[in-house]
Protein backbone atom coordinates (compact mmCIF):
# COMPACT_ATOMS: atom_id res chain seq x y z
CA UNK A 1 0.00 0.00 0.00
CA UNK A 2 1.26 3.52 -0.58
CA UNK A 3 1.69 5.89 1.66
CA UNK A 4 -0.78 8.54 1.32
CA UNK A 5 -3.34 11.38 3.31
CA UNK A 6 -6.43 12.32 3.49
CA UNK A 7 -7.22 15.87 3.84
CA UNK A 8 -11.28 16.94 4.48
CA UNK A 9 -12.54 20.42 5.68
CA UNK A 10 -16.34 20.45 7.07
CA UNK A 11 -18.21 23.15 8.51
CA UNK A 12 -18.29 23.38 12.30
CA UNK A 13 -21.86 22.79 13.29
CA UNK A 14 -21.04 24.60 16.90
CA UNK A 15 -19.29 28.11 16.57
CA UNK A 16 -16.95 28.65 19.14
CA UNK A 17 -18.30 31.34 22.17
CA UNK A 18 -17.31 34.15 24.32
CA UNK A 19 -14.38 36.54 22.93
CA UNK A 20 -13.78 33.92 20.30
CA UNK A 21 -17.00 33.57 18.63
CA UNK A 22 -17.42 33.02 15.33
CA UNK A 23 -13.47 33.23 14.58
CA UNK A 24 -13.13 29.08 14.01
CA UNK A 25 -16.04 28.20 11.27
CA UNK A 26 -14.02 24.91 9.30
CA UNK A 27 -11.87 22.41 10.74
CA UNK A 28 -9.74 20.61 8.31
CA UNK A 29 -8.83 16.84 9.55
CA UNK A 30 -5.65 14.84 7.84
CA UNK A 31 -5.71 11.36 8.39
CA UNK A 32 -3.08 8.94 6.82
CA UNK A 33 -3.30 5.12 4.86
CA UNK A 34 -4.06 3.50 8.57
CA UNK A 35 -7.31 6.12 9.30
CA UNK A 36 -5.15 7.57 12.00
CA UNK A 37 -6.17 11.46 12.55
CA UNK A 38 -2.92 13.27 12.27
CA UNK A 39 -3.82 16.85 12.64
CA UNK A 40 -7.27 18.71 13.06
CA UNK A 41 -7.17 22.38 12.29
CA UNK A 42 -10.43 25.12 13.23
CA UNK A 43 -10.07 27.94 10.46
CA UNK A 44 -12.26 30.49 9.65
CA UNK A 45 -12.88 29.04 5.89
CA UNK A 46 -12.60 26.73 3.84
CA UNK A 47 -10.07 25.65 1.19
CA UNK A 48 -6.13 25.96 0.78
CA UNK A 49 -6.17 29.52 2.17
CA UNK A 50 -4.71 29.65 5.78
CA UNK A 51 -3.36 26.52 6.38
CA UNK A 52 -0.24 26.86 5.26
CA UNK A 53 1.03 26.63 8.94
CA UNK A 54 -0.69 23.19 9.31
CA UNK A 55 1.17 22.43 5.92
CA UNK A 56 4.56 23.13 7.33
CA UNK A 57 4.33 21.44 10.54
CA UNK A 58 2.94 18.09 8.91
CA UNK A 59 6.41 18.29 6.41
CA UNK A 60 8.44 19.41 9.68
CA UNK A 61 6.90 15.64 11.79
CA UNK A 62 7.62 13.77 8.84
CA UNK A 63 11.12 15.34 8.21
CA UNK A 64 12.19 15.14 11.84
CA UNK A 65 10.27 11.46 12.22
CA UNK A 66 12.52 10.52 9.15
CA UNK A 67 9.62 9.20 7.79
CA UNK A 68 9.20 8.61 3.99
CA UNK A 69 6.80 11.50 2.79
CA UNK A 70 3.35 10.42 1.36
CA UNK A 71 3.08 9.95 -2.19
CA UNK A 72 -0.51 10.86 -2.58
CA UNK A 73 -3.02 12.90 -0.88
CA UNK A 74 -6.75 13.25 -1.08
CA UNK A 75 -8.12 16.35 -1.23
CA UNK A 76 -12.34 17.98 -1.16
CA UNK A 77 -11.08 20.77 -3.31
CA UNK A 78 -7.74 22.69 -4.64
CA UNK A 79 -6.98 19.98 -6.89
CA UNK A 80 -6.24 21.19 -9.88
CA UNK A 81 -5.30 24.49 -11.36
CA UNK A 82 -4.15 25.77 -14.66
CA UNK A 83 -0.95 26.54 -14.55
CA UNK A 84 0.03 22.92 -13.51
CA UNK A 85 0.56 22.59 -9.72
CA UNK A 86 -2.50 22.90 -7.04
CA UNK A 87 -2.73 24.82 -4.57
CA UNK A 88 -2.51 22.08 -2.12
CA UNK A 89 0.99 20.67 -4.09
CA UNK A 90 1.77 24.18 -3.50
CA UNK A 91 1.41 23.78 0.36
CA UNK A 92 2.85 20.95 0.59
CA UNK A 93 6.07 22.33 -1.45
CA UNK A 94 8.82 20.22 0.40
CA UNK A 95 6.87 16.94 -0.85
CA UNK A 96 7.84 17.42 -4.39
CA UNK A 97 6.23 13.61 -5.97
CA UNK A 98 3.15 14.47 -3.80
CA UNK A 99 -0.06 13.37 -6.42
CA UNK A 100 -2.91 15.30 -5.71
CA UNK A 101 -6.09 13.46 -5.92
CA UNK A 102 -10.05 14.17 -5.68
CA UNK A 103 -11.28 12.38 -2.85
CA UNK A 104 -15.07 12.11 -1.52
CA UNK A 105 -16.41 11.62 -4.31
CA UNK A 106 -19.80 10.02 -3.20
CA UNK A 107 -20.39 12.54 -0.88
CA UNK A 108 -20.41 15.11 -3.70
CA UNK A 109 -23.18 13.25 -5.53
CA UNK A 110 -25.43 12.63 -2.58
CA UNK A 111 -25.67 16.35 -2.79
CA UNK A 112 -27.89 16.20 -5.35
CA UNK A 113 -30.74 14.21 -4.14
CA UNK A 114 -33.93 15.88 -2.72
CA UNK A 115 -34.05 13.96 0.25
CA UNK A 116 -31.63 11.53 2.20
CA UNK A 117 -34.41 9.74 3.55
CA UNK A 118 -36.03 8.72 0.57
CA UNK A 119 -36.40 5.47 0.30
CA UNK A 120 -34.36 4.59 -2.98
CA UNK A 121 -31.67 6.80 -1.51
CA UNK A 122 -29.68 3.32 -0.01
CA UNK A 123 -29.95 1.41 -3.21
CA UNK A 124 -29.04 4.74 -4.79
CA UNK A 125 -25.23 5.13 -2.98
CA UNK A 126 -25.10 1.13 -3.01
CA UNK A 127 -25.17 1.73 -6.94
CA UNK A 128 -22.90 4.35 -6.47
CA UNK A 129 -20.26 2.48 -5.20
CA UNK A 130 -20.07 -0.23 -7.21
CA UNK A 131 -19.93 2.14 -9.72
CA UNK A 132 -16.41 2.96 -8.21
CA UNK A 133 -15.03 -0.25 -7.07
CA UNK A 134 -15.14 -3.67 -7.15
CA UNK A 135 -13.72 -6.16 -5.30
CA UNK A 136 -10.11 -7.76 -5.75
CA UNK A 137 -10.13 -10.33 -8.04
CA UNK A 138 -7.46 -12.91 -6.35
CA UNK A 139 -9.21 -12.41 -2.79
CA UNK A 140 -12.76 -12.79 -4.10
CA UNK A 141 -11.36 -16.26 -5.22
CA UNK A 142 -9.36 -17.08 -2.25
CA UNK A 143 -12.63 -16.58 -0.02
CA UNK A 144 -14.72 -18.18 -2.30
CA UNK A 145 -12.47 -21.35 -1.90
CA UNK A 146 -11.91 -20.73 1.85
CA UNK A 147 -15.40 -20.58 1.91
CA UNK A 148 -16.42 -23.72 -0.06
CA UNK A 149 -13.58 -25.68 2.38
CA UNK A 150 -15.55 -24.62 5.58
CA UNK A 151 -19.12 -25.56 3.71
CA UNK A 152 -18.15 -28.97 2.98
CA UNK A 153 -15.35 -29.57 6.08
CA UNK A 154 -17.92 -28.29 9.00
CA UNK A 155 -21.39 -28.67 7.50
CA UNK A 156 -20.64 -31.68 4.72
CA UNK A 157 -22.44 -29.25 1.52
CA UNK A 158 -20.81 -30.80 -1.06
CA UNK A 159 -20.93 -29.90 -5.05
CA UNK A 160 -21.76 -26.11 -4.54
CA UNK A 161 -21.58 -24.30 -7.42
CA UNK A 162 -19.49 -21.14 -7.08
CA UNK A 163 -22.43 -18.82 -7.22
CA UNK A 164 -24.21 -21.50 -4.47
CA UNK A 165 -20.83 -20.64 -2.17
CA UNK A 166 -20.57 -16.69 -3.25
CA UNK A 167 -24.61 -16.67 -1.59
CA UNK A 168 -23.03 -18.15 1.86
CA UNK A 169 -20.57 -15.24 2.43
CA UNK A 170 -21.82 -12.66 4.82
CA UNK A 171 -21.64 -8.86 4.17
CA UNK A 172 -18.68 -8.97 7.00
CA UNK A 173 -16.43 -11.98 5.78
CA UNK A 174 -16.77 -9.81 2.31
CA UNK A 175 -15.78 -6.64 4.36
CA UNK A 176 -12.84 -8.82 6.82
CA UNK A 177 -10.79 -10.85 4.14
CA UNK A 178 -11.31 -8.90 0.56
CA UNK A 179 -9.81 -5.46 -0.51
CA UNK A 180 -11.84 -3.23 -2.73
CA UNK A 181 -9.94 -1.58 -5.49
CA UNK A 182 -10.81 1.07 -7.80
CA UNK A 183 -12.01 0.32 -11.36
CA UNK A 184 -10.66 2.94 -13.38
CA UNK A 185 -11.88 6.47 -14.93
CA UNK A 186 -13.45 5.27 -18.16
CA UNK A 187 -15.19 2.41 -16.53
CA UNK A 188 -16.41 4.45 -13.84
CA UNK A 189 -17.59 7.33 -16.08
CA UNK A 190 -19.82 4.55 -18.05
CA UNK A 191 -21.06 3.54 -15.07
CA UNK A 192 -21.92 6.56 -13.20
CA UNK A 193 -23.37 7.95 -16.51
CA UNK A 194 -26.00 5.04 -16.77
CA UNK A 195 -26.47 4.74 -12.96
CA UNK A 196 -27.82 8.85 -12.88
CA UNK A 197 -29.73 8.14 -16.22
CA UNK A 198 -31.56 5.37 -14.75
CA UNK A 199 -32.20 7.35 -11.51
CA UNK A 200 -33.38 10.59 -13.10
CA UNK A 201 -36.04 8.48 -14.81
CA UNK A 202 -39.19 6.49 -13.77
CA UNK A 203 -36.33 3.94 -11.68
CA UNK A 204 -35.40 6.91 -9.52
CA UNK A 205 -38.86 7.22 -8.21
CA UNK A 206 -40.81 5.92 -4.90
CA UNK A 207 -44.72 4.64 -4.35
CA UNK A 208 -45.42 8.55 -3.97
CA UNK A 209 -43.60 9.51 -7.37
CA UNK A 210 -41.43 11.30 -5.42
CA UNK A 211 -37.97 11.88 -7.51
CA UNK A 212 -34.86 10.38 -5.56
CA UNK A 213 -32.51 13.22 -7.82
CA UNK A 214 -33.26 16.43 -8.78
CA UNK A 215 -32.35 16.46 -12.25
CA UNK A 216 -30.80 19.84 -13.30
CA UNK A 217 -28.48 19.74 -9.25
CA UNK A 218 -27.38 16.63 -10.42
CA UNK A 219 -26.52 17.15 -14.08
CA UNK A 220 -24.62 19.62 -12.63
CA UNK A 221 -22.85 17.69 -10.02
CA UNK A 222 -21.92 15.29 -12.81
CA UNK A 223 -20.45 17.93 -15.85
CA UNK A 224 -17.92 19.58 -13.09
CA UNK A 225 -17.15 16.52 -11.57
CA UNK A 226 -16.66 14.17 -14.47
CA UNK A 227 -13.41 16.49 -15.97
CA UNK A 228 -11.49 15.36 -13.05
CA UNK A 229 -11.53 11.47 -14.42
CA UNK A 230 -9.77 13.03 -17.15
CA UNK A 231 -7.64 15.54 -15.78
CA UNK A 232 -4.55 14.56 -15.21
CA UNK A 233 -3.70 17.38 -12.50
CA UNK A 234 -6.86 16.12 -10.42
CA UNK A 235 -8.27 12.66 -11.08
CA UNK A 236 -10.48 11.12 -8.85
CA UNK A 237 -9.44 7.48 -9.86
CA UNK A 238 -6.49 5.55 -11.35
CA UNK A 239 -6.93 1.85 -12.46
CA UNK A 240 -6.73 -0.49 -9.99
CA UNK A 241 -5.72 2.00 -7.46
CA UNK A 242 -4.83 0.22 -3.86
CA UNK A 243 -5.48 2.78 -1.34
CA UNK A 244 -8.88 2.04 -0.82
CA UNK A 245 -8.09 -1.36 0.39
CA UNK A 246 -8.63 -3.21 3.51
CA UNK A 247 -6.16 -5.20 5.40
CA UNK A 248 -6.46 -8.71 4.17
CA UNK A 249 -6.44 -11.73 6.70
CA UNK A 250 -4.77 -14.84 6.89
CA UNK A 251 -6.63 -17.68 5.23
CA UNK A 252 -5.77 -20.28 7.57
CA UNK A 253 -8.78 -19.95 9.59
CA UNK A 254 -10.56 -22.33 7.65
Known amino acids: MRSHLKYLSVQVTKKLAGTASDTAAWVTNVGNEYRQVLISVLTCSEGAEGLSSMAAGLM??????????????????????????????????????????????????????????????????????????????GDDRRLTEAKRSQLE????????????????ITRDEWRLHCRRRTRGAEETALLIQDLLQTFVGMAGRDNLDIPLLDPLRIQDIWSTQRPHLISPLGQWLEPHHPESSRALCTWTKW
Open 153 to 168: GKHGMVGLTDAEVIQK
Open 60 to 137: RWYRLAGVSPPQLIYVDRDCCNRDGVSKTAASFHEWGQLVVKLGHLMRRFAAGVTTESHELYPAFMRQLSLCIFEVDP
